[in-house]
């Protein structure tokens, strides 16, 4: 099974969607001829040309909105922002039409787009360039929002998101570019390609002690700080990786709750209506009874991202942060 990069699983999905549906274009800032910012779509426009890899100004406003019309025309658009951040400038298209098109015709017109880019802090680009939107954009019904924390995940939720008939944005941490995990080829699957159902949360690791829930970049800090928690503290620690925000898998959520009865939350986003607050909202109303102490979180500190290198860091959800937290719970096995 070959090791590859999160960036290489994507391009795979994207090179191969673009081979099974001549709907699917490819478009954004860069991603023709300079292979994209964070080289995403290495080699695709000297493969398929430029009428499926295209070029778009610098205007998010201008080029998501030329592709949510074209979604409703039956192209099936996949559009590429340098920075998640940049969304901003495009909210009406995203979320004033691209997630109530649906409704708004009596069923009658799909959406279905795919914007995707990456999302999050830690590369010490400043304030605006380093926001973790999952939590506004799952506010918003009619849209789906994916967060691949591997390069196996990356590739079989891209496939789906490219498929689904509603407008779905999958956010990609920019950390993750680069980290690489094994993914199988075609030949090596009985169905023949790696395609993944989106709501379907993943159990990264199996504990009894206490449920770590998390998502993106954070699962893979979960892991670790897992093994830490297991080596020098004896904790026997559970960590599920939720994969897409929404559709939110609800049931794997409450059944490692049920399971291991204590629960640490880690998230990304700031804790000020983040996605850990709506998830401990579930668990309180579903499986209070279960818990055998209060529900915790770690999360990006509230505050806008510093621009520093030695600074950056300590703002986001870590290792450290994780088994301090951990230790905090006083959890008795």
Avoid at 1 to 14: C, F, G, K, V, W
Avoid at 201 to 209: I, Q
């Amino acid at each position: 099974m070959p090791l590859i990069t999160y960036r290489q699983a994507l391009n795979e999905a994207l090179a191969e969607e673009i081979e099974r549906d001549e709907n699917v274009v490819l478009i954004g800032e860069e991603v023709a001829e300079y292979n994209g910012a964070y080289k995403v779509t290495e080699g695709l426009w000297a493969k398929y040309g430029d009428k499926r890899v295209v070029d778009a100004p610098i205007s998010e406003a201008g080029f998501i909105g030329m592709g949510v019309g074209a979604s409703m025309l039956g192209v099936r658009p996949v559009m590429e922002l340098m920075f998640w951040s940049f969304a901003y400038v495009a909210m009406d298209q995203m979320i004033n039409n691209a997630a109530t098109v649906r409704y708004m015709s009596g069923g009658l017109i799909n959406c279905p787009i795919v914007v995707r880019g990456p999302a999050n802090g830690g590369t010490n680009v400043g304030a605006t360039h380093s926001h973790t939107p999952e939590n506004l954009f799952a506010s918003m019904p009619g849209l789906k929002v994916v967060v691949p924390a591997t390069a196996y995940d990356a590739k079989g939720l891209m496939k789906a998101a490219i498929r689904d008939d509603d407008p779905v944005y999958v956010m990609e941490n920019t950390l993750l570019y680069g980290e690489k995990w094994e993914v199988p080829t075609n030949d090596e699957l009985e169905e023949g390609e790696l395609v993944i159902p989106l709501g379907v949360a993943d159990l990264k690791r199996e504990g009894t002690d206490l449920s770590i829930i998390a998502h993106g970049r954070c699962v893979i800090e979960s892991l670790k700080a897992a093994e830490v928690l297991k080596h020098d503290h004896g904790l026997d620690v559970e960590v599920l990786d939720l994969r897409s925000i929404r559709p939110l898998d609800e049931d794997a959520i409450l059944a490692t709750v049920r399971k291991t009865n204590n629960v640490l939350l880690v998230d990304e986003n700031r804790p000020f209506c983040g996605v850990s607050s709506m998830i401990a909202t579930i668990i309180q109303e579903k499986a209070f009874d279960d818990l055998d102490g209060p529900i915790m979180r770690v999360n990006t500190i509230d505050a806008p991202a510093i621009y520093s290198p030695g600074v950056e860091p300590h703002q986001l959800p870590n290792v450290d942060r994780i088994v301090a937290k951990v230790l905090d719970m006083q959890i008795s096995k």
